[in-house]
C-alpha cells in the first residue's frame, strides 16, 4: 500500500498564492497530476507532467497553476497564484506506484476573506 504526506492547504486570502505537496511513499513513474472537487462538483483535472517534465493543463488553470515534480524526494507539487473564490475546493494529487495509480486523501483549499 502507498502512502502520500500531503501539506500546503487551508485559508487563503483571494489574490494570494499556494503550494501544495504530495510525497508518495515509494518512487513514484510516469506522468503525475492533480485534480480538484469543487463544492458539490465532479472531480476534475488540474493538470499533470510527464516523466519528462512535460506540462498538461486544462485551459482555464493554464495562466494560474503550476505542477512540478521532485522524484528523488518522491513528491509533486502544485502552485497556484491569484487565487480566486472559486478555486475554493479539495485537491487531490494521482500517481502511479510500481505500476499502479494512486490518489492522495485531499487537501482542502479554502479562498476567502
Known amino acids: 500500500q502507498v502512502q502520500f504526506v500531503e501539506s500546503g492547504g487551508g485559508l487563503v486570502q483571494p489574490g494570494g498564492s499556494l503550494r501544495l505537496s504530495c510525497t508518495a511513499s515509494k518512487s513514484i513513474d510516469g506522468y503525475v497530476g492533480w485534480y480538484r472537487e469543487l463544492p458539490g462538483k465532479q472531480r476534475e483535472l488540474v493538470g499533470f507532467?510527464?516523466?519528462?517534465?512535460?506540462?498538461n493543463y486544462q485551459d482555464l488553470m493554464r495562466a494560474r497553476f503550476r505542477i512540478s515534480r521532485d522524484d528523488a524526494k518522491r513528491t509533486l507539487y502544485l502552485n497556484v497564484n491569484s487565487l480566486k473564490p472559486e478555486d475554493t475546493a479539495v485537491y487531490y494529487c494521482?500517481?502511479?506506484?510500481?505500476?499502479?495509480?494512486?490518489w492522495g486523501k485531499g487537501i482542502r483549499v479554502i479562498v476567502s476573506s
Open positions: 507532467i510527464t516523466s519528462f517534465g512535460e506540462e
Open positions: 494521482n500517481a502511479r506506484v510500481d505500476g499502479v495509480r494512486y
